[in-house]
């Protein structure tokens, strides 16, 4: 196994989830395994009435100041996310050559929130009072806007959309302008804020979501035999990707580098995964080749792990098959439920910090699992990782693997 | 302080998270940070907030907080009543 010219380092972190306002906070919420997931006083009434929010203390619109009354919530948490990625990989807006500066921001769901505001103020107060706004607040590329703008972000700035994958498809994405020469600098990663009765609602018709609505904390349980569905959470989490020779020259250190990427199509059917998984398999099949790597090399995996019956049920499966020398397997979504377009970006940074420090975090509410996997469950495991993939699946039948190696120049 | 200009000053500070100390009668709208996608959110909460529809002609990045005022004053003396 050997680092390939091609790696790309992760050079900065940044996150905002519902276990904390920064990359540091949230790793340590995920380390100890204990789940966010709470009553949710703005989807009252609603037949799912919890879910896992981002703490009033890390208010994304009072860290941002002034210009933070345009950004819809989605693209405030990219904002502060990006700032707090770019700061963390000692690089300055000020000095940089912005040109050759790329953001990639996926969302899943982007500011339907607004959406929903302005529908009901059309039907109740009239054509007049619908804000100038709303399609900035609502299109998904706003967060990508809005952090290119804040940052002088100058070259290519785009969203990705693969429902639940487009944080990780936004990776991917950045990767490939990295290698294609199109930036130096990659600023990526994904955010999704549309914890909204009206959303909520719809993914609980799906059959979605847990309805443990007694034990909001117990709700979302990756891999445990008596999952009944994910919670629904925000929150944003961005990388800052260089080329890894790039990195070495200005004497930063890489969290990990992003070595190999799949991405696939079920080809399926519009939510539901392939029941044989063909489409995950072939997405970790890919990216293992992609890096050069072979199944046996892997010894973890960040899973998708959403606490759905079908999710958990398909990508163990896949896992237990591709990987059946059991590498270490763990899912944040037990602590930070499912931040649907931000969930590949943000599980994608604590693959690099578990490369980073040697630590695997615990599946939250799970003391045993029913599947042939190593699910890491009670505490966190200490673990030399070399290698780890990070998987992605969407609705739509999206699959995005990222592959992570420890860093060459961590 | 009129209730117009105390309507005018509780949004730019709140809506628009203006600094109460930038906010004077002389202070132009691109002085106080409100370009023309705020003064377009700006003009909508006040015709909320006071009943009375700033036109786009009637406020630019020119027009002072007194203007604008002024501006409101006169609108509402004459306004039908909501």
Same mark, same amino acid.
């Given at each position: 196994?050997?680092?390939?010219?091609?790696?790309?380092?992760?050079?900065?972190?940044?996150?905002?989830?519902?276990?904390?306002?920064?990359?540091?906070?949230?790793?340590?919420?995920?380390?100890?395994?204990?789940?966010?997931?709470?009553?949710?006083?703005?989807?009252?009434?609603?037949?799912?009435?919890?879910?896992?929010?981002?703490?009033?203390?890390?208010?994304?619109?009072?860290?941002?100041?002034?210009?933070?009354?345009?950004?819809? /919530?989605?693209?405030?948490?990219?904002?502060?996310?990006?700032?707090?990625?770019?700061?963390?990989?000692?690089?300055?807006?000020?000095?940089?050559?912005?040109?050759?500066?790329?953001?990639?921001?996926?969302?899943?769901?982007?500011?339907?929130?607004?959406?929903?505001?302005?529908?009901?103020?059309?039907?109740?107060?009239?054509?007049?009072?619908?804000?100038?706004?709303?399609?900035?607040?609502?299109?998904?590329?706003?967060?990508?806007?809005?952090?290119?703008?804040?940052?002088?972000? /100058?070259?290519?700035?785009?969203?990705?959309?693969?429902?639940?994958?487009?944080?990780?498809?936004?990776?991917?994405?950045?990767?490939?302008?990295?290698?294609?020469?199109?930036?130096?600098?990659?600023?990526?990663?994904?955010?999704?804020?549309?914890?909204?009765?009206?959303?909520?609602?719809?993914?609980?018709?799906?059959?979605?979501?847990?309805?443990?609505?007694?034990?909001?904390?117990?709700?979302? /349980?990756?891999?445990?035999?008596?999952?009944?569905?994910?919670?629904?959470?925000?929150?944003?989490?961005?990388?800052?990707?260089?080329?890894?020779?790039?990195?070495?020259?200005?004497?930063?250190?890489?969290?990990?580098?992003?070595?190999?990427?799949?991405?696939?199509?079920?080809?399926?059917?519009?939510?539901?995964?392939?029941?044989?998984?063909?489409?995950?398999?072939?997405?970790?099949?890919?990216?293992?080749?992609?890096?050069?790597?072979?199944?046996?090399?892997?010894?973890?995996?960040?899973?998708?792990?959403?606490?759905?019956?079908?999710?958990?049920?398909?990508?163990?499966?896949?896992?237990?098959?591709?990987?059946?020398?059991?590498?270490?397997?763990?899912?944040?979504?037990?602590?930070?439920?499912?931040?649907?377009?931000?969930?590949?970006?943000?599980?994608?940074?604590?693959?690099?910090?578990?490369?980073?420090?040697?630590?695997?975090?615990?599946?939250?509410?799970?003391?045993?699992?029913?599947?042939?996997?190593?699910?890491?469950?009670?505490?966190?495991?200490?673990?030399?990782?070399?290698?780890?993939?990070?998987?992605?699946?969407?609705?739509?039948?999206?699959?995005?693997?990222?592959?992570?190696?420890?860093?060459?120049?961590? | 302080?009129?209730?117009?200009?105390?309507?005018?000053?509780?949004?730019?500070?709140?809506?628009?998270?203006?600094?109460?100390?930038?906010?004077?009668?002389?202070?132009?709208?691109?002085?106080?940070?409100?370009?023309?996608?705020?003064?377009?959110?700006?003009?909508?909460?006040?015709?909320?907030?006071?009943?009375?529809?700033?036109?786009?002609?009637?406020?630019?990045?020119?027009?002072?907080?007194?203007?604008?005022?002024?501006?409101?004053?006169?609108?509402?003396?004459?306004?039908?009543?909501?």
């Amino acid at each position: 196994m050997t680092a390939t010219s091609r790696a790309i380092a992760v050079t900065g972190l940044g996150m905002t989830t519902p276990a904390g306002g920064d990359g540091a906070t949230t790793w340590e919420g995920v380390r100890r395994g204990l789940a966010t997931a709470d009553r949710d006083t703005q989807l009252k009434g609603m037949p799912v009435d919890f879910s896992c929010r981002v703490p009033e203390s890390a208010d994304p619109a009072a860290r941002i100041g002034r210009k933070s009354w345009r950004m819809p /919530r989605f693209a405030q948490l990219a904002v502060v996310a990006a700032r707090e990625a770019v700061a963390d990989a000692g690089l300055d807006p000020a000095t940089w050559d912005g040109t050759r500066v790329a953001v990639v921001i996926g969302s899943g769901l982007a500011g339907v929130a607004h959406l929903e505001e302005q529908t009901l103020r059309l039907h109740q107060s009239g054509p007049e009072r619908v804000s100038a706004l709303l399609v900035p607040q609502l299109i998904s590329n706003t967060a990508a806007g809005e952090v290119s703008l804040d940052l002088g972000a /100058r070259g290519p700035s785009m969203a990705t959309e693969t429902a639940c994958a487009s944080g990780a498809t936004a990776l991917a994405v950045a990767r490939d302008l990295l290698l294609a020469g199109t930036c130096d600098i990659a600023i990526a990663g994904g955010t999704d804020a549309a914890v909204t009765p009206v959303i909520t609602t719809g993914f609980h018709q799906l059959g979605a979501l847990s309805g443990r609505i007694d034990d909001p904390a117990g709700a979302s /349980r990756p891999f445990a035999a008596d999952r009944d569905g994910f919670v629904i959470a925000e929150g944003s989490g961005v990388l800052v990707l260089e080329r890894a020779e790039d990195a070495e020259a200005r004497g930063r250190r890489s969290y990990a580098d992003l070595v190999g990427v799949g991405q696939t199509s079920d080809a399926h059917h519009p939510t539901a995964p392939a029941p044989d998984g063909r489409g995950a398999e072939a997405a970790l099949r890919t990216a293992l080749a992609d890096a050069g790597l072979t199944p046996s090399d892997v010894d973890h995996v960040n899973a998708h792990g959403t606490s759905t019956p079908k999710n958990d049920e398909v990508e163990a499966a896949v896992i237990a098959r591709v990987l059946p020398h059991g590498p270490s397997v763990t899912s944040a979504k037990g602590v930070l439920g499912h931040t649907l377009g931000a969930a590949g970006a943000i599980e994608a940074a604590l693959t690099a910090l578990t490369l980073r420090h040697g630590v695997v975090p615990p599946i939250a509410n799970l003391a045993s699992t029913a599947f042939p996997l190593d699910c890491v469950v009670g505490a966190e495991r200490r673990q030399a990782v070399r290698v780890a993939a990070s998987h992605s699946f969407g609705f739509g039948g999206h699959n995005v693997v990222l592959v992570f190696t420890a860093g060459r120049t961590s | 302080m009129s209730s117009t200009d105390a309507v005018l000053f509780d949004l730019l500070t709140t809506k628009f998270n203006v600094p109460e100390r930038e906010i004077t009668p002389e202070s132009t709208m691109d002085e106080l940070d409100i370009d023309s996608l705020a003064l377009a959110e700006l003009a909508l909460a006040l015709q909320e907030e006071v009943g009375a529809r700033i036109e786009d002609h009637e406020a630019n990045k020119d027009t002072t907080v007194a203007q604008l005022t002024a501006t409101l004053a006169a609108k509402r003396a004459t306004a039908p009543v909501q």
